[in-house]
Nanobody, 125 residues
Framework: QLQLVESGGGLVQAGGSLRLSCAAS????????MGWFRQSPGKEREFVTG????????SYTDSVKGRFTISRDNTKNTVYLQMNSLKPEDTAVYYC??????????????????WGQGTQVTVSS
């Protein structure tokens, strides 16, 4: 079982920045593609970004390209999401997820096997 714990959420003004972290434990971190999803009230969970086991491949949803950056430190079993130029529409609960794959970065929630508990990000206008 892989355990994922997110941190770093909070309240920020539009145009500001936040960095989310997701610490993994329990299994070999490099066996997994890691992703970030988000969900706001009344909406389905949506893919934000993902990263391959080595960090060599990444994928972003169009709405965050150029503003968000995913990275991972395999020595610390941690994946990060740097969020810049935040907008009110980025407000959501952000979830870290792990897929039992090293290269395929899926964009559907059902392609991921493990999930964190989520961290709230609120962007005020």
């Amino acid at each position: 079982q892989l355990q994922l714990v997110e941190s770093g959420g909070g309240l920020v003004q539009a145009g500001g920045s936040l960095r989310l972290s997701c610490a993994a434990s329990g299994r070999t971190f490099t066996s997994y593609v890691m992703g970030w999803f988000r969900q706001s009230p009344g909406k389905e969970r949506e893919f934000v970004t993902g990263i391959s086991w080595s960090g060599g491949r990444t994928s972003y949803t169009d709405s965050v390209k150029g503003r968000f950056t995913i990275s991972r430190d395999n020595t610390k079993n941690t994946v990060y999401l740097q969020m810049n130029s935040l907008k009110p529409e980025d407000t959501a609960v952000y979830y870290c997820a792990a897929a039992n794959s090293q290269w395929l970065i899926g964009e559907r929630a059902d392609q991921y096997d493990y999930w964190g508990q989520g961290t709230q990000v609120t962007v005020s206008s």
